[in-house]
């Protein structure tokens, strides 16, 4: 069975719907892709009570590694879907995610605004 990219550094407290949902994913073919399996694992996700400073510093080169993983993409999307709580995941941090994701149901909203205000339009 596939891993997934840093799965031996998944934090204990991942509530039971995210792992089986992980679970589910784990038979996704961009798992096989991931550089991150050969890279020195405690870079994507915290240790517990890290300084800010070296906290930048290991997303920093975290990030470098998601750079050249052919799979980037398809990680990203799988930590927004998840969503994975924790963790660099696709060159983004838990932080950078929340925003990509409030951003997407802030369009989703303009465009459902857009499509019921043209039907109001159209039937008027
Ligand atoms: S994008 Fe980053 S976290 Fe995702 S598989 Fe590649 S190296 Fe790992």
Redesign the pocket.
């Known amino acids: 069975m596939l891993q997934p990219?840093?799965s031996s550094l998944q934090v204990a407290a991942v509530p039971v719907q995210r792992a089986a949902a992980r679970e589910r994913d784990q038979d996704a073919p961009w798992h096989t892709e991931?550089?991150?399996r050969r890279?020195e694992a405690g870079l994507?996700f915290a240790p517990s009570k890290e300084p800010t400073a070296a906290r930048l510093s290991r997303e920093e080169a975290?990030k470098r590694?998601?750079a050249r993983?052919p799979?980037?993409v398809e990680?990203?999307e799988h930590a927004l879907l998840q969503p994975e709580p924790y963790g660099?995941?696709?060159?983004l941090t838990a932080a950078e995610r929340r925003v990509v994701l409030a951003r997407r149901r802030r369009r989703d909203m303009e465009l459902k605004k857009t499509a019921g205000q043209s039907r109001i339009a159209a039937a008027g």
């Open positions: 990219p840093h991931a550089v991150c890279d994507f975290a590694v998601c993983c799979v980037m990680c990203r660099v995941w696709g060159g």
